[in-house]
C-alpha cells in the first residue's frame, strides 16, 4: 500500500479523496493555488504545497508543480480526482515515469477514451452497441451532409474531444448543417484544442443511464449497477439517482454482464463508467470516463461500497474485493448538484459564505468543502455541495431529501437549493418520469 497520497485536485472532490486516504490509514497531501490556502482540504491534508496562482492553468494543471509536490513531500501515488488533470493521458505517462503510482487507469485507456470517437468504435468491437453516426472524424461538410442524410435527421455534431457538455450542436434539417459544421469545429477547436467533430443520431427523448464498474489488475471486473443522470441542464448532469426507475434486475444483468465484457477484453485498470443513451428498451453507448465520477456517492449509498477506497486498492496492486454475486444494493439514492448559481438565471454566485448549516438525520451525507466564513473564489467550478440522500425505497428517498433540502442553510451567495425543493414538488420529478430534456423545457415554461 502507499506511504502517502498527494491529492491532485481541490474542493470537494480532494475532500472526499483525502477521507478516502485517511480510512485507509494513508497521510494525504493537499496542493492548492494562493486563492485555496483557506480551503477545507488544505486544513485537513497532514501536508500542503502551494502550486501557483489561482488560475487552474498555472496551479492545479501545472504539472511540473504537482511533480515537485510530489517531490518534496515524498508522495508515492497521486490521486486526480475529477476533472483538471484527472483525464489527461500525459499526465498519467509523466507521473508514472517518475515511479510515482497515477491512481486510474492506463495512459492508454485514458487516451482511446478521449477520443469519443476511437471510443465508439472500440465499443462497437467489443460488442457494445453505439449510438448510430460517423465512426471516423468529419473531414468535410460533404461529408457531413452525407452522412447526416444516412444516419437521418435530427443529428447532433459533437466534439471527438468534448467533456462537461461542450461543443454539442443540434441539427434540425440540412439547411443547418454548413453554419452548425463550423461552429461546431471552431468551439472545439477553442475549448478543447482539437477540432475533431463527429454526427450521432439526435436521440429525442432518451435517459441518460451509465454503469459504474471496477477493474483490477489480477483480471477481476465488476459492475456497481447503474445511475439514472437524465435531469441535465446544457447537457450537464444535475440530479442522478440509483437504480434506475426503468432497468428491472434481468436488463440490469444483461447490460452489466455486457459491459464487464468488454472492459476485461479492453485491459481496463480501475474504476470507469459506461455512458449510455437508454431509448426504446435499448442501450446507445456515447462514451467511457476514465476516473471517479462526481456522482459517485449515488452508488455508493445503495452497495455500501467506497469506491475511492476501491481506486486506491487496486492501482496498490491489490485483488477486488468482491465477486459480482457480493455486490447486492439496498434501496434508493438520490444526489443534488448544489451549485453557487443562482436558481433561476444560474449565473454565478461566488463570494463569503456567512453561514452553513448542513441537514442530517438518517440517510444523508453531504459531500462538501464549504464552511461558515469561507470566500468561494470566482475561478473554479461553481459546484460547493452534493447532498446525497438514501431511502429504503425511493417514496422515502424522496421524503427525506424534501426535508434535507429544507433543512439546508447558506448563506451570503446564492444557490441552487431552491431549484430542487421546486423540483421535487413536479409529478415528473416524484414520479421518476423525466429524460434528458424534461428540465429545459421545464426552465423554460416557468
Ligand atoms: P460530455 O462528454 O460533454 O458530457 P456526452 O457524450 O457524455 O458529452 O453527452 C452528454 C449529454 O449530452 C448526454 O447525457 C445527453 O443528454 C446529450 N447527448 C449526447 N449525445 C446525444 C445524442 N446522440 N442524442 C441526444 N442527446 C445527446
Known amino acids: 500500500m ?24 494513508i497521510p494525504a497531501v493537499a496542493v492548492h493555488s494562493t486563492v485555496d490556502d483557506d480551503a477545507m482540504h488544505v486544513r485537513l491534508a497532514d501536508e500542503s504545497v502551494c502550486i501557483g496562482p489561482a488560475p487552474a492553468a498555472e496551479s492545479y494543471l501545472n504539472i511540473p508543480a504537482i511533480l515537485s509536490a510530489c517531490e518534496i513531500s515524498q508522495a508515492d501515488a497521486i490521486h486526480p480526482g475529477y476533472g483538471f488533470l484527472s483525464e489527461n493521458s500525459k499526465f498519467a505517462e509523466i507521473v508514472e515515469a517518475h515511479d510515482i503510482t497515477f491512481i486510474g487507469p492506463k495512459p492508454e485507456h485514458i487516451q482511446l ?23 471516423e472524424k468529419i473531414n468535410s461538410e ?19 474531444a468534448g467533456g462537461g457538455g461542450r461543443g454539442m450542436k443540434i441539427v434540425l434539417d440540412e439547411s443547418q448543417i454548413a453554419l452548425a459544421l463550423s461552429t461546431a469545429q471552431n468551439e472545439a477547436k477553442a475549448a478543447f484544442a482539437d477540432d475533431s467533430v463527429y454526427i450521432e443520431k439526435y436521440m429525442s ?82 462514451e467511457m470516463n476514465t476516473r471517479i465520477q462526481v456522482e459517485h456517492p449515488v452508488t455508493e449509498m445503495i452497495t455500501g461500497i467506497d469506491l475511492v477506497q476501491e481506486q486506491i486498492r487496486i492501482a496498490a496492486g491489490e485483488s477486488l474485493q468482491w465477486q459480482q454475486s457480493d455486490i447486492t444494493f439496498s434501496g434508493h439514492a438520490i444526489e443534488c448538484r448544489i451549485n453557487a448559481e443562482h436558481p433561476k438565471t444560474f449565473i454565478p454566485s461566488p463570494g463569503l459564505v456567512t453561514r452553513f448549516h448542513v441537514p442530517g438525520g438518517p440517510g444523508i451525507r453531504i459531500d462538501s468543502a464549504i464552511y461558515a466564513g469561507y470566500k468561494i473564489p470566482p475561478f473554479y467550478d461553481s459546484l460547493i455541495a452534493k447532498l446525497i ?33 421546486d423540483l421535487l414538488q413536479q409529478d415528473a420529478i416524484r414520479d421518476g418520469n423525466y429524460n434528458i430534456r424534461w428540465l429545459e423545457q421545464y426552465l423554460k415554461l416557468e
Do not use: W
Not at 460533404?142 to 471527438?160: E, S, T
Open 2 to 25: 502507499f506511504q502517502k497520497i498527494l491529492i491532485a485536485n481541490r474542493g470537494e472532490i480532494a475532500l472526499r479523496i483525502y477521507r478516502a486516504c485517511h480510512d485507509l490509514g
Open 113 to 135: 477514451m478521449g477520443n469519443k470517437i476511437a471510443a465508439k468504435a472500440k465499443m462497437q468491437e467489443l460488442g457494445i452497441p453505439v449510438v448510430p453516426g460517423s465512426d
Open 142 to 160: 460533404q461529408d457531413a451532409r452525407r452522412i447526416a442524410a444516412d444516419v437521418g435527421y435530427p443529428v447532433i455534431i459533437k466534439a471527438a
Open 205 to 286: 427523448t432518451p435517459r441518460h443511464i451509465e454503469l459504474q464498474i471496477a477493474a483490477d489488475s489480477h483480471g477481476n471486473v465488476v459492475h456497481f449497477g447503474e445511475r439514472d443522470c437524465s435531469l441535465q441542464r446544457r447537457h450537464q448532469k444535475v440530479l442522478e439517482e440509483a437504480p434506475s426507475l426503468i432497468l428491472d434486475d434481468t436488463e440490469r444483468q444483461r447490460m452489466g454482464d455486457l459491459v464487464c465484457d468488454a472492459v476485461r477484453k479492453l485491459g481496463y485498470l480501475g474504476v470507469g463508467t459506461i455512458e449510455f443513451l437508454y431509448e426504446n428498451g435499448e442501450f446507445y453507448f456515447i
Open 389 to 421: 440522500v438514501h431511502g429504503s425505497d425511493r417514496n422515502e428517498c424522496l421524503l427525506r431529501l424534501d426535508r434535507a433540502l429544507r433543512e439546508f442553510v447558506v448563506e451570503g451567495v446564492e444557490t441552487t437549493i431552491p431549484l430542487f425543493v
